[in-house]
């Protein structure tokens, strides 16, 4: 078996703490993971949310993302936010197209592609994600959507990007429903990513890829999902709001029992 890729932990905050509130979680965070050496570690915050985190963060090895930015570098966007402020704010990575952009804020594959584009222009890495809905699921359009998602959101992007980029499968519905897809759910559309990723850059970008698994991940199931060889970490919305139990998940990603 190949070795394993180095987990990455990744809390989406979506619009939860106020500058204040996430100051004192990232702190807390900050205590909880300091013994933690082994897996990589990231919070995306509100925007208003990022710079305090990012300086209440320095010192310690947690990085900041964004959870979206828009596809251009400045102009008259109102209420917009570029790659450049991301990145002065202290932002190493952004998510872009998490379901709940494409379900209530009209995010397409076009735009996903655009706003990878100018991510990576921006030297911020995209976390790109993907995954069906529960119809989608019922009529076996799996890995239609999935390829759909992929083809078009990173359509035109070459090797160099694709060796930068991290993918999460997030089944829309397991999002902040409880249902978790099983991990052996998880590793078939892991594969079949991992499978896309060969194809589109080659065998050793594929065997680097980082494919976080997102919905309901807690402390209680981590380690069964990474046990899966091609889950490489978590996407973790709802858990990541509490220190202690983001920390049991960045603990258990390890096999750590909680
Ligand atoms: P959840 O959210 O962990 O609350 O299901 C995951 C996500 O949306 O990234």
């Known amino acids: 078996?190949?070795?394993?890729?180095?987990?990455?932990?990744?809390?989406?905050?979506?619009?939860?703490?106020?500058?204040?509130?996430?100051?004192?979680?990232?702190?807390?965070?900050?205590?909880?993971?300091?013994?933690?050496?082994?897996?990589?570690?990231?919070?995306?915050?509100?925007?208003?949310?990022?710079?305090?985190?990012?300086?209440?963060?320095?010192?310690?090895?947690?990085e900041v993302g964004g959870q979206d930015l828009f596809w251009e570098t400045e102009g008259a966007y109102t209420g917009q936010v570029s790659a450049p402020m991301l990145k002065a704010a202290g932002?190493?990575?952004?998510?872009?197209?998490?379901?709940?952009?494409?379900?209530?804020?009209?995010?397409?594959?076009?735009?996903?592609?655009?706003?990878?584009?100018?991510?990576?222009?921006?030297?911020?890495?995209?976390?790109?994600?993907?995954?069906?809905?529960?119809?989608?699921?019922e009529a076996q359009e799996t890995f239609l959507v999935v390829k759909e998602h992929l083809d078009k959101g990173l359509e035109g992007i070459d090797g160099d990007g694709l060796a930068k980029l991290i993918i999460a499968y997030e089944p829309v519905w397991a999002i902040g429903t409880g249902k978790t897809?099983?991990?052996?759910?998880?590793?078939?559309?892991?594969?079949?990513?991992?499978?896309?990723?060969?194809?589109?850059?080659?065998?050793?970008?594929?065997?680097?890829?980082?494919?976080?698994?997102g919905g309901s991940v807690k402390p209680g199931n981590i380690a069964g999902l990474m046990a899966m060889e091609d889950i490489d970490g978590a996407l973790v919305g709802g858990a990541s709001l509490d220190a202690e139990s983001f920390a049991g998940i960045v603990r258990g990603s390890l096999g750590v029992a909680q």
Request: proline share 3%; glycine share 8%.
């Open 1 to 62: 078996m190949m070795a394993k890729r180095r987990p990455l932990i990744a809390g989406n905050w979506k619009m939860f703490k106020t500058g204040p509130e996430a100051a004192e979680l990232a702190g807390q965070l900050k205590v909880l993971v300091s013994d933690i050496a082994d897996v990589d570690v990231l919070v995306a915050p509100a925007f208003t949310a990022i710079s305090v985190v990012a300086e209440t963060l320095k010192g310690s090895a947690i």
């Open 91 to 137: 932002c190493s990575h952004v998510i872009v197209g998490h379901s709940e952009r494409r379900q209530y804020f009209g995010e397409t594959n076009g735009t996903v592609n655009r706003k990878i584009n100018i991510a990576l222009k921006g030297d911020l890495i995209p976390i790109l994600c993907v995954g069906e809905s529960d119809a989608e699921r």
């Open 181 to 213: 897809a099983t991990a052996e759910q998880a590793q078939e559309v892991h594969r079949f990513i991992r499978d896309w990723m060969e194809k589109a850059g080659g065998n050793s970008i594929a065997k680097a890829l980082r494919i976080l698994y």
